[in-house]
């Protein structure tokens, strides 16, 4: 959605796995976000994640960047 800043909001199940494992997850996605802030402009998006959840930042990089373009949320 457009919008004039960059807001993002993000939920995980329970089912998902510990507090401390939800937590990594979306620490490794703020994290992509924040290094990637200018590619991605200014919108609002919620991220909801139901899959496997990441365990390295390389590969919530690679995941985040193949949605956000099938998206066209890159610029």
Known sequence: MPAKELKIGITISKKQG??????RSRR???????LNQEKIGAS??????K???PESYI???Q?????????GLIK
Do not use: Q
Request: charged share 30%; hydrophobic share 55%; no cysteine.
């Open 44 to 49: 609002e998006m919620v991220i909801v994640l």
């Open 63 to 71: 995941i985040m960047l193949k949605l956000l373009r099938k998206d």
């Open 18 to 23: 510990s507090a401390v494992k939800r937590n």
């Open 59 to 61: 590969e919530t990089a």
């Open 51 to 53: 899959g496997p959840l």
């Open 28 to 34: 490794l996605i703020k994290e992509f976000i924040r």
